[in-house]
């Protein structure tokens, strides 16, 4: 037998290298079958052999192979660099990040308690240690560092001695000193605490009828020269300014008290100075601002920023936030940063500040209140543009008649949101632009370059829950009237009557121009004039020479309007059709980016979706786009074209006619929303083509989403516009009547707007507070809304003493009480908090009554209903807050069964 030719045998033929690899191929093959087999326990074992019979050179190729296949990563950097690199690196650490540092093992903890680390530090701050530590001493400086850090007061000559020994000798002079100014300051807190505690014993609580909680905080201050006049001598005047000159920085004393402990005129007049260079700036802003964190962030060293929520809260305590954030001193100015427009000021949730409304009572006390917060000859500046319409001109003409402080606004020429704040200030700008007095300029300017995208997002998370629209009922009438007419009538038969009743109002213009003995029969010689076109009849006619005369009056007086005053006309004009031609753009991307592709993948047999979603999602959008395309072209045209008597409103009003296109996207814009969702989460291929285009340089980094929200937010900058050119429209204008038109169909279609968004969110949250109460019955309702929810604790109970958590929640006709019960899981910090059903009660049936504070009970209120009542307890914020809410939603709960029995 051939031996190489052999085959399954032990022996390898070394002559034939050919055969010797195909039976170590095959020897192979059999082991790695064997391998695969076998367990993991067996396969370690094999593992182990079969290193142990290697060689070095062959364990190296292991190992390289080794730490290529799998990297050494996450190693600990101090157990491999030299320890004085590791110190150089903790060198860069802050003293709480070293604190944090130590926590993670020993090791660390060793090398970040190290001298060398925290000597800088301390040293850098004033901190020296007051002996030599020994050689063996580890740690010293750091907790040294944070014994001084805990408690920064400084020490009297005595305490010195006794904390750090005999480093200085003292006198008696001295300590008689030091005890008589420890005294005086004794003196001056125990008064100023038993003055305040009888002032707030001797107040009324809300619910008497008598006065308002307000009284008391807002509209009397404490005069506390009766109190200490009485134990201040004369010799220790000099005394008592050194001590008050030493606790007026506290922030439990009061430095307008300060005057009343100084006799002499001259005293006073020093500390009045002093107070004078400590007067701040203050600025009011609203969380409902769109990132309104990057504002507070903005917000200048020294400036005093107030920030509230303004859902749920009310003017009374917003007042009281000012006056507390003041504490007792006056400000050089006020800035007021919050949501609104042109026309009025929405300070809080619901609440608009308004020429209508200024004079109520409550509005009305706040801004007398919030003037006396100012110092005389200091100014209100509020961030809104209230200068670009007439409307707001009167509300700042109200103010500043109301309150005799000068009150400053932006013009607001430049569209976007908020980028009129940076616009020319109606009022005396001396040396520094108003927005900046306040904020940092280059923060600023970074939060105006994200609020138009944050703008929309903020908007749509917050809940906006508006109860009270004023002309709600006007807006629904007028469109059901109309949509009635439309399905009644024919479109040729509504144009045919728009032209007769156009007719008509000439009729009655000229019939106003003049004084006319029988209106009736004037009224019918010019219908018939227009309607036989004889120009023989006009001689018939005496109204004719002089009503040409008047309109030619009027037009040389037009002409000299804008020949003796700038043509801000044309400014507004020209931003209008910039404007525009920024938002055709943006629907041209939607058009060009979205639907073309589609539509081409549709055509050649590659779908990425169906014709039907294509259809459903652009169809609407494709048909915005070609109405505002031919919007933008009578724009321009008429810019092309322009003169001191062109017209505007014309082309507005014939926008508006056909602003049913706007309205089919608006009611299917939920729909759209859901189709997308949709394709997204079932079509890969529609998923990466959304990914491909979304956020890229063409679609401006926004996605198709954002984009399909341009269309509501141009109704409200048509409107804007249209405002600001109204108020440089001189009434003689003859395009006068047609801008206040379109504004009136303009607002009216805004109110249907924002009804449609407030209707989406109202019954979902209806549904999660209901899905959050457990046992809790349907709270499903057309008019219900819900306006606060706040954490109480009840002090007792009718059978038991206990102290119990519960939560209240405010709807606008009803309160629902639960249980509120904390639990939490094994390996997680964030606690589940449950709700438990207890009762609801009707408001008009629901009393509430305030109980002061007491030894023994703080920050309590009673609430009684027909068959229980609840001792509840709030902390000291919350309280006077809920309670202004409560008594609100009350009052207006009250108002309603009244109105509708």
Request: net charge positive.
């Amino acid at each position: 037998m051939d031996v190489y030719h052999t085959r399954f045998s032990t022996w390898t033929p070394f002559e034939n290298k050919s055969l010797n690899n195909q039976l170590f191929q095959e020897r192979i093959r059999l082991i790695g079958h064997w391998f695969d087999l076998w367990m993991d326990k067996q396969r370690k074992q094999f593992l182990h052999w079969i290193l142990s019979k290697c060689n070095k050179s062959q364990l190296k190729f292991a190992q390289t192979w080794l730490l290529e296949t799998i990297p050494v990563t996450e190693v600990d950097f101090t157990t491999l660099l030299p320890r004085f690199i590791s110190l150089y690196i903790f060198s860069f650490l802050n003293p709480k990040d070293l604190c944090s540092a130590a926590q993670v093992n020993w090791h660390w903890k060793f090398l970040t308690e190290q001298d060398c680390l925290w000597m800088p530090k301390s040293m850098k701050l004033g901190w020296f240690l007051p002996y030599t530590p020994e050689k063996n001493e580890y740690g010293v400086w750091k907790q040294h560092y944070i014994a001084c850090a805990t408690n920064p007061d400084y020490f009297a000559p005595g305490k010195t001695e006794e904390a750090y020994g005999a480093l200085c000798q003292t006198n008696e002079e001295e300590e008689e000193e030091e005890m008589h100014e420890k005294y005086l300051r004794k003196s001056i807190r125990e008064t100023w605490a038993l003055h305040k505690k009888k002032l707030f014993k001797a107040r009324p609580p809300w619910l008497s009828g008598t006065r308002n909680s307000g009284f008391y905080r807002y509209g009397f201050q404490p005069n506390l020269s009766q109190a200490v006049h009485g134990q201040a001598r004369w010799p220790a005047v000099a005394l008592l300014m050194k001590v008050v000159c030493l606790i007026v920085f506290s922030n439990n004393f009061n430095p307008r008290c300060a005057l009343s402990l100084f006799p002499h005129r001259s005293c006073q007049n020093v500390c009045q100075t002093c107070m004078n260079s400590l007067l701040p700036h203050l600025i009011l802003i609203s969380s409902h601002v769109p990132a309104y964190e990057m504002v507070l962030d903005s917000v200048k060293p020294g400036v005093v920023s107030v920030a509230y929520e303004p859902n749920g809260n009310t003017l009374e305590s917003l007042l009281y936030y000012v006056q507390k954030a003041l504490d007792g001193r006056t400000a050089k100015s006020i800035g007021i940063v919050s949501d609104g427009d042109s026309r009025g000021i929405a300070l809080l949730q619901g609440d608009r500040i308004d020429s209508k409304n200024l004079l109520k009572p409550d509005v009305k006390g706040f801004w007398e209140k919030l003037s006396c917060c100012v110092e005389t000859g200091g100014h209100i500046d509020i961030f809104l543009p209230l200068a670009a319409s007439e409307v707001g001109m009167e509300l700042l003409s109200q103010l500043s008649r109301l309150t005799g402080i000068l009150f400053r606004t932006p013009t607001g020429i430049a569209t976007g949101s908020y980028h009129h704040i940076l616009s020319e200030w109606l009022g005396d700008q001396k040396d520094t632009c108003p927005p900046f007095l306040y904020f940092t300029e280059a923060k600023l300017l970074i939060w105006l370059r994200f609020t138009e995208l944050l703008d929309d997002a903020l908007k749509a998370v917050r809940r906006n829950l508006r109860p009270y629209i004023c002309d709600l009922q006007k807006n629904v009438s007028g469109r059901i009237i109309g949509q009635i007419v439309l399905d009644t009538l024919s479109w040729s038969e509504v144009q045919n009557y728009q032209g007769i009743a156009q007719v008509l109002a000439d009729g009655l213009t000229e019939l106003s121009r003049g004084k006319q003995e029988n209106p009736l029969e004037f009224l019918s010689r010019f219908l018939m004039k227009k309607c036989m076109k004889n120009e023989k009849f006009s001689d018939q006619v005496g109204f004719t020479a002089s009503t040409t005369e008047a309109h030619c009056g009027v037009s040389v007086k037009i002409n000299k309007i804008h020949e003796n005053t700038p043509d801000r006309r044309e400014s507004f004009a020209r931003e209008l059709l910039l404007s525009e031609r920024t938002y055709v753009h943006t629907l041209e991307i939607v058009r060009d980016v979205y639907v073309k592709p589609l539509k081409a993948a549709l055509a050649s047999n590659r779908a990425i979706l169906s014709e039907v979603s294509v259809h459903l999602i652009f169809t609407d959008i494709l048909c915005i786009l070609q109405l505002n395309r031919w919007f933008l072209g009578e724009l321009t045209q008429r810019l092309n074209e322009w003169s001191p008597a062109q017209n505007i409103g014309e082309i507005f009003r014939k926008f508006a006619q056909q602003i049913q296109t706007y309205t089919n996207f608006f009611n299917n814009y939920g729909v759209i929303l859901k189709t997308i969702d949709k394709c997204r989460e079932t079509i890969p291929l529609f998923r990466a083509f959304l990914k491909r285009h979304d956020k890229t340089v063409i679609t401006t980094m926004r996605s198709l989403q954002e984009l399909l929200l341009c269309p509501s937010k141009r109704i409200e900058e048509y409107i804007n516009l249209l405002y600001a050119l109204k108020l440089h429209t001189p009434a003689e204008h003859t395009d006068r009547e047609d801008v206040t038109a379109a504004i009136k169909q303009m607002r009216q279609y805004r109110d249907y707007i924002n009804q449609l968004k407030q209707n989406v969110g109202r019954d979902e949250q209806l549904l999660s507070a209901q899905n959050l109460i457990q046992g809790c019955p349907s709270l499903l309702k057309a008019s219900r809304y819900l306006m606060r929810t706040q954490e109480v604790v009840q002090l007792n109970c009718c059978s038991e003493r206990v102290s119990m958590p519960y939560s209240l929640f405010l709807f606008n006709d009803i309160l629902v009480i639960s249980l509120r019960s904390i639990s939490y899981k094994p390996f997680e910090r964030i606690p589940k908090t449950t709700h438990q059903f207890l009762a609801a009660m009707a408001l008009h049936q629901l009393l509430v009554e305030d109980i002061p504070d007491s030894k023994y009970i703080k920050n309590a209120f009673l609430l009684k209903g027909p068959k229980c009542h609840w001792i509840c307890s709030t902390e000291e914020d919350n309280k006077f807050t809920w309670l202004s809410v409560l008594e609100r939603a009350i009052n207006c709960s009250l108002q309603e069964d009244i109105n509708f029995p």
